[in-house]
């Protein structure tokens, strides 16, 4: 048999397991992405979770079949944040003692409800500043400590019981969808619903959507294997993986998925069209699917036939209010409405307005500006950032700074100095 059908044959007694322990999330259909797309968009809302994502099925999944000596030990895993909050509720749920090893870069707001979720029960250590050094570091910890791994996707009792929210959906919508699009980090929640939608509607097609700094899932199949990638960008933490499971990879494989990877930037333009048009609060990985829809705007998009029905997730709602301004930030840069530029200015009064009158546009605005006068100079460099009323208007700007005869520099987005600046 294979790990295909092996998994898929594990997945209904995961769902009548979960069905008390996991809040049964509405699916509703989205106006805003049906419109845009000329399709029948529905979204299953596992933001709504008790611990606002669909971690806590794969955990509980697993932690509540240990034997009394493994639960006994205790647990402990690796997590960006919502798989350590599934974690510790089942630890809380089972009165079990837990560890839960985050990285440093793991948002506060997470940390502090892996906390409030374990009620005494769970230990929060941070390590490393990725997913996988933190893996690294529970493994160790296990091995000193006696404690039963849980991983957050590479084992087929976390994959199975995560695919749980998929058959969740399919029992809730009236029909069988066309589509279906999810996000991948890892692959558990993938490899589960792909192992149970393969052996159950196979005509279905199935979309995994991955965040372009890290896209591991990609680059296993290139290779033919897992690979570990050199760099990541952490931005989508709950799906910056460096090194897809070994197991997942298996069946993700069998399962032929198609794979599309996206901009962190597009996750942020549609983590604001959620927040703001549907009322939804989602955390970058929770946007991560939904954001490769073809709506209006710039990025990579799927090629969706009108009419299809689409069923996707909010995978999480887990999102710090602290970091909104680099979402902000980080859209405006993806959708070309902000530009930032070095500006030799003439050190003699008036070139700061000069600038203003022959440069800037009737709806443009300067949000950033950084400069030091250097009296022993003729000129100085100020870095600019400038806010376009329209993301077309950027040629006619690059036209008014070429006639102003002013030295200028654009601040190339791939750019080292560029990165400081988001």
């Known amino acids: 048999m294979s790990a295909l059908t092996e998994l898929a044959a594990l997945v209904p007694e995961a769902t009548s397991r979960l069905s008390c322990i996991a809040a049964r999330t509405p699916v509703q259909r989205n106006a805003r992405l049906s419109a845009a797309t000329g399709s029948d968009i529905w979204i299953k809302r596992e933001d709504l979770q008790p611990v606002r994502s669909y971690k806590l099925r794969g955990a509980y999944n697993l932690i509540s079949q240990l034997s009394r000596e493994q639960q006994a030990a205790g647990v402990v895993c690796a997590s960006a944040g919502n798989h350590g909050q599934g974690v510790a509720q089942s630890c809380a749920v089972l009165g079990i003692r837990g560890t839960v090893i985050v990285p440093t870069t793991t948002p506060r707001q997470k940390r502090q409800r892996i906390l409030q979720l374990g009620k005494g029960h769970v230990e929060l250590i941070m390590s490393g500043s990725t997913y996988d050094q933190a893996s690294r570091a529970a493994k160790e910890f296990a091995d000193a400590n006696g404690s039963t791994m849980v991983p957050a996707f590479d084992h087929p009792l976390t994959a ?18 066309d589509v279906v699009v999810l996000p991948v980090g890892g692959g558990g929640l993938m490899a589960g619903a792909a192992a149970w939608l393969r052996s159950n509607h196979p005509a279905v097609r199935i979309v995994g959507v991955e965040p372009e700094g890290a896209p591991c899932v990609a680059a296993a199949i290139s290779a033919g294997r897992p690979v570990e990638l050199q760099e990541i960008d952490t931005f989508v933490d709950g799906a910056a993986v460096s090194r897809v499971g070994d197991y997942t990879f298996d069946v993700i494989r069998e399962a032929d998925v198609e794979l599309v990877r996206i901009p962190e930037g597009q996750v942020c333009s549609e983590m604001l069209e959620m927040y703001q048009v549907d009322g939804i609060i989602a955390e970058p990985a929770g946007a991560l699917a939904p954001a490769a829809l073809p709506t209006a705007g710039v990025g990579n998009r799927i090629a ?4 299809s029905t689409v069923l996707t997730i909010v995978s999480g709602g887990n999102n710090d209010v602290a970091r909104y301004a680099e979402v902000v930030e980080r859209s405006l840069v993806h959708e070309g409405r902000k530009r930032y530029f070095l500006v030799e200015f003439p050190q003699e009064p008036g070139a700061l307005r000069r600038f203003l009158n022959d440069v800037l546009g009737p709806e443009d605005d300067i949000t950033y500006f950084e400069y030091v006068k250097r009296s022993s100079r003729d000129t100085g460099p100020a870095l600019v950032g400038v806010e376009l009323g329209q ?16 030295q200028v520099e654009v601040v190339a987005a791939e750019s080292p100095f560029f990165r400081f600046l988001i």
């Open 160 to 177: 199975s019981g995560q695919a749980t929210a998929i058959v969740e959906a399919f029992e809730q919508l009236d029909r069988v969808p």
């Open 304 to 307: 969706i036939p009108a009419g």
């Open 391 to 406: 993301p077309g208007d950027y040629e006619f700007l690059l036209q008014r700074i070429t006639e102003s005869g002013m």
